[in-house]
């Protein structure tokens, strides 16, 4: 009988197993080094480029490595780079806020790659929608490639508001757009129904509508604009939305079981919709497919601004990544691969629901395609069609704080209001909207003067401040 040693049959074969293995891996060809890498923090971003990226390390050099990182991690990443030398990806793809972090230094320190000679040289200054570059501008230099436009607009429950006889095309302003709602609010009870999802605790909500009226946080010198006529007029117009006796808006929260519950049942009419934000209600509200419409967002004024922006994203190259002229040149070739490509602006719309900032793009009839969510109307002609008023948006690293600012000032406006210590009185509301604004507008410049960098925009902001107040800060 054949002595297999001191191992069992089972063994052997296990043996056996690992040296195959062993052999046929060293004979395999190893997978291609990447030369390059790539960092987004969004998946549906990743799956769309995956093609576009393979085939471009088919055809070219450097081959890139996409990965998908959260996009804290990606911030943290991006500063410690800017900040300590630590290695970061060649190219990255972030949010408007994380982005703005890197603006916080000089024009020299920051760490993208000033590519505004280069984007004017290609001339895609003017072949990109102009507004799309303002969250990636700092102190008159473009440091990313623009993703998309994000036009807002309203989604509305037409099958409720159609059944009622109303006709939205009378809207114009949100004047308009409280006289024509308010009887379908009074259809549905008494606090049973409301025209508008909107809280005064929902920041997001605030700034499109600050936007949409032309007002400011941080102007595009760095200072500080807080206390503005205009942004008085939005909070106390917000205020009587949330808070007055006529109320309007109810608190429906994005994103959420009980938000999407309170739309589907029909609680709220109206909601702010983003070009992204269709493509989140499909998902989590599907049962709402042909009883939705969108039209633009009522003007403040007669004639003014139908629309307004919310969110974005950028592609970037580090600086660390660009060593050499040479190097600089392969990574923006990529970048132009992926940001500028047709394909990729049509499956961006085909998927997500969102326009392409590159206006060569939008005569494609993609956009013009019925959508039976939105009762065959075509969404995407209707966001082109608003996309070059979008509103511009500051790129300071203080705009997400400033906007904290405003919105803890409006929750105490619209707290007091409901307390009664105003007594619903229009004048002590706008002098204590007022109070609270400027009480905003200090506490947030000095924080902005801790910042030795941007020092000189915080001391401007601060005789710039009363001005603001008569010429509203545009």
Known sequence: MLSLGPFSPGAWLIIASAVVSAVLLAMAKPPAKSEATMWTFARMHALMYEPLVADWNKHNSPKVEMLQLGLPAIERRMLASFFSGTPCADLM????????????????????????????RDGLLEKINGPSFSPWSSRGRVFGLPHDVHPVMLGYRADIVE?????????????????VMRPLQEMGGK????????????GDHLEVLILQAGG????????????????RRVLVRVSDWCAGP????????????SGNQLKVAGKVICAFMPDWMGDVWKHEMPELAGKVKLMPLPAWEKGGRRTSVWGGTMLG???AAATSPERFEQLYAFASHLYLSQEVARELYRKGGIITPVKTFWNDPIYDQPDEYFCGQAPGRSYINLAGDVPLRSSSPFNAR??????????????????????QDAAKIETRAAELLKLAQAQMQSKAERNVFLSHAAEASAGHSAGVSEGGGR
């Open 93 to 120: 793809e972030v949010e408007r806020r994380a982005v703005a972090r890197a603006f916080a230094g000089p024009i020299e320190s920051v760490g993208f790659v000033d590519l505004t000679d280069r984007l004017n």
């Open 163 to 179: 059944a009622a006889g109303i006709d939205v095309a009378k809207i114009e302003t949100w004047d308009d757009f409280e006289r």
């Open 191 to 202: 606090g049973e129904r409301f025209a508008l999802s909107m809280w005064e605790t929902h």
């Open 216 to 231: 400011t946080l941080i102007d595009e010198q760095g200072a500080v604009t807080i206390d503005s006529e205009i942004n």
């Open 246 to 257: 006529d109320r309007i808006a109810m608190d429906a929260p994005n994103f959420t079981a």
């Open 317 to 319: 190259i580090p600086k």
């Open 402 to 423: 400033a906007l904290d600012h405003i919105t803890s000032a409006l929750v105490r406006l619209c707290e007091e209001r409901r307390s009664g210590a105003l007594a």
